[in-house]
């Protein structure tokens, strides 16, 4: 899933809002929803975290999902993250959300937002790879971007692999940006 953000709306009432409506105006989805029970053979050991979480997000078996992520911008792969090393796992997240009284039903999506890395190649978004726009980062076809433009095509991918397990994959998530229209 990506969840696009207007960052130059996002910058503008950053403060005090937060990403409030720079986030709110576009999400894609990729075809495919793919079960924790397929998913099971991919779970893998996490490091111990540092800061611990609470006592209500703690769980017997720390574990999380060793799903591979790439992004790809206009054909260029610019990112590689393992969702394995996200700090929080989705129960925990989807834990914490509910102890503050959001009302979770069967059948709601919820996301994990950015997955970034520690690497400089394995940041989630192109304002961290651009190290907020003071680096372009350089595509195949030698172009740049700090920000994404008209006509920009971005693809997340998702896949599980394991020696003696089918591979997973999660369908391209695809996404283009259209030029801003005109008020009708």
């Known amino acids: 899933m990506n969840d696009w953000s207007a960052r130059d709306i996002q910058a503008w009432e950053y403060r005090p809002l937060g990403p409030y409506l720079g986030k709110s105006f576009a999400t894609t989805m990729s075809p495919w929803l793919v079960t924790l029970d397929a998913l099971e053979p991919f779970r893998v050991d996490r490091t111990p975290l540092d800061p611990a979480p609470l006592p209500y997000l703690k769980a017997a078996a ?3 999902v060793d799903i591979e992520l ?3 911008l ?5 990112s590689r993250v393992d969702f394995k090393r ?3 796992t989705m129960a925990q997240q989807l834990t914490h959300a509910a102890s ?7 059948g709601d999506l919820y996301s994990s937002g950015t997955v970034s890395g520690i690497a400089p190649d394995s940041l989630g978004s192109l304002l961290e790879l651009s ?4 680096r372009p980062v350089e595509l195949d076809d030698a172009s740049t971007r ?3 433009e008209d006509g920009d095509s971005v693809v997340l991918r998702g ?3 394991r020696p003696g397990f089918a591979r997973i994959g999660f369908g391209d998530c695809t996404g283009t940006v259209l030029p801003a229209r005109g008020g009708d």
């Open 62 to 64: 720390d574990r999380s």
């Open 70 to 72: 790439e992004v790809a």
């Open 74 to 78: 206009n054909g260029s792969v610019i």
């Open 86 to 88: 996200l700090y929080w």
């Open 100 to 106: 503050n009284g959001t009302n979770v039903r069967a």
């Open 131 to 134: 190290w907020n726009a003071t």
């Open 146 to 148: 700090t920000f994404l």
């Open 159 to 161: 896949r599980c692999e």
